[in-house]
């Protein structure tokens, strides 16, 4: 009752050139009935000043809650009606007019709010380096003269570039002990963008040992 009687006190002040209005209503339907408008003036400014008398007569016999929320109604009528054109005013019409409102009154107590803005993140597949890339890190590698030192260019590398298989068996080549390149393997295969392909790395070694130890990088 008390957010009907908000709503229909604003409706008096916007309905402000109107000379006869009765209204008819069941909580959630308003009609109203308009009659006899008659002369010519500015609406906001008819606007402004009856929602001056609202606040004056009316506001201060609601409680201290439904007088919060019925003054920042009134300060957004108000921002509105600096949009309104200067010079719009509301023509002399001799006949009655019929206005239907309906209102959707929610009680915010009763009936929560779903959220439907579902926080979805939208995931970007990693790409592999580019062949140009790829080419420089190997000449790069091979421009170092010991394993540790070829082996640190990979890391550096691999902290900013993804690889796939094929990239990581060729890289492999470059190097000539095992234990090289099982070394390589556990350094680059969690930055692999294609690890479906990863059985044929399998066929880059020859010892069934070191097919044991990739295998098992494979499957952590």
Known sequence: MKNFFLITLLTFSVLVFCEEVSIKSNMRNMSVNVESQTGKINIADEIAKRLDILQEKYISKLNKLDQKRTEKIIEDIYELLVLFPEDITTEQINQTSDINITF??????????????????????????????????????????????????????????????????????????????????????PRIVDKVNAHNLLGAFTYSADKAKIEQIISQ
């Not at 592999?128 to 080419?135: K, L, V």
């Not at 640190?152 to 590398?157: D, F, H, L, P, Y």
């Not at 691999?158 to 556990?186: C, E, G, P």
């Open 104 to 189: 959707e009154i929610k009680d915010q107590t009763t009936e929560p709010t779903t959220n439907t803005n579902l926080g979805v993140k939208e995931t970007i597949s990693p790409q592999a380096q580019s062949d140009s890339e790829f080419q420089a890190l190997i000449a790069n590698v091979k421009n170092e003269g010991f394993a540790d030192d070829k082996t640190s260019v990979v890391r550096i590398t691999a902290k900013s570039r993804y690889f796939n298989i094929s990239q990581l068996i060729s890289l492999l080549d470059v190097f000539s002990f095992s234990d090289d390149k099982i070394n390589i393997v556990t350094i680059v295969y």
